[in-house]
């Protein structure tokens, strides 16, 4: 296996919308979870996408992580890996996009790296540096509330430089608008100014292959899903990869019982909750009572095994911010997240355990914590149910699983899901 693009995502969710934009683009794309075994064979891929569950651990474990992934890769052929961040570029000052910007960069013996979280189709756009939320900038709109790295700065020259070792620059929209050659002259000159990292605007979707263009030759790049599909485009504009017609299919059905798993508290995935109570039995967990014990748990389960029978059930962990932000004061903001993702990942392999092949996950930090849990490595990317969210189906042809970032999809986000998991 020889690959034509490296991915490391710090989240699963990320990884999955990742996928499917490479995938979208005729990239003939696998992701892991985790870093492979040296033995795993994935003959006839383009691209693989490393799942890692780091953007919300301690910056030097990240770091580490996402090394030993680049190992991986750059050992399998990778001659440019893109560092996967979400979109809304949530990451404290203490790192993590930052510090492993940095590594990767160190390690690949790069002069600079372009980073940009920009993907209009999203409503995600950079413009002077600033990040925007449609029309309104980031630390604006209600995603600058994520409950472990909350955003209150939109100017994403400045928050990278809280975070790096070395100074950061500003390739602007004028010089985007130019073309690669534009943008590769600027970014060697903020190299040779000393900076590291260099903040691209985007705007309009042709940015985006633009700077995939100018970026496809240096070996590392950070960027959410947008950047993926310029690198995508540029690799099938150079002749380096053969566009493939469709996604490899899935396999036969799964078939089974199906179950969906909330934990995000976005105000989307509250919204696709409350849509779902009219088609599915939906079982709202105390999250209270979650951290008191096993009992919410396991009520919750024994709840979903007298109905998984007759049909889907959703279970959720969601709150309102003012809610959470309330269960943090009491408990502390880490102590509160990761049991909630525990008792979750639990109830998703009891729900397993009970016959459960059809998976709805939202949120990306529920949705590492249920995949870890059931010990998956690796999927097929298959159709699209919403922008950035693919129907995932393990290598082994067992199960169907949706791994949504909280703020993807419609309100009827849960039903269309499964629909399409069969």
Known sequence: MSLALGCIADDYTGASDLANTLTR?????????????????LPGIDAVVVSLKSRSIPADQAVARAR??????????????????????DSTDAGNIGPVTDALRADAGATIALVTPAFPETGRTVFQGHLFVGAVPLHESPLKDHPLNPMRDSNLVRVLA??????????DLATVAKGPASVRARLDALAAEGKGAAIADAVFDADLAVLG????????????????????????????????SAAEGLGAPVGGPAACLAGSCSQATL??????????????????????????AQD????????????????????????????????????????IEAALAGIAEGLVAR????????????????????????????????????????????????????????????SDALALMQ
């Not at 683009?25 to 064979?41: C, E, F, H, N, Y």
């Not at 809280?162 to 390739?171: A, C, D, K, M, T």
């Not at 030759?217 to 540029?234: C, E, H, K, M, R």
């Open 271 to 296: 919204g696709q909750i409350a849509m779902a109570e009219a088609v599915m039995p939906v079982r709202r967990l105390d999250p209270e009572r979650l951290l008191a014990g096993p009992e919410e």
């Open 162 to 171: 809280r975070q790096s070792r070395h100074p950061v620059g500003l390739v």
């Open 68 to 89: 030993e992934a680049d190992a991986w890769l750059r050992a399998r052929g990778a001659g440019h890996v893109l560092f996967k961040v979400c979109s809304t570029f």
């Open 355 to 414: 016959g459960v092949r059809r998976l709805v996950v939202a949120g990306g930090e529920t949705s590492g914590a249920v995949v870890d849990a059931l010990g998956l490595t690796a999927f097929r990317v298959g159709p699209e149910i919403a922008p950035g969210v693919p129907v995932l189906g393990t290598v082994r042809g067992d199960m169907r699983l949706a791994l949504k970032s909280g703020n993807f999809g419609g309100p009827t986000f849960f």
């Open 25 to 41: 683009a005729g990239l003939r794309t696998v992701q892991t979870i985790g870093v492979p075994g040296p033995d795993l064979d």
């Open 213 to 244: 263009a100018a970026c496809l030759s240096d070996p590392v790049s950070t960027g959410a899903s947008g950047l993926g599909l310029g690198l995508a485009q540029a690799l099938v504009a150079s002749g380096r990869v053969q566009a493939a």
């Open 300 to 339: 919750a389960l024994a709840w979903a095994a007298e109905r998984i029978g007759s049909g889907p059930v959703l279970i959720a962990s969601s709150a309102s911010p003012e809610a959470v932000t309330v269960l943090q004061a009491r408990h502390g903001r880490e102590a509160a997240g990761h049991a």
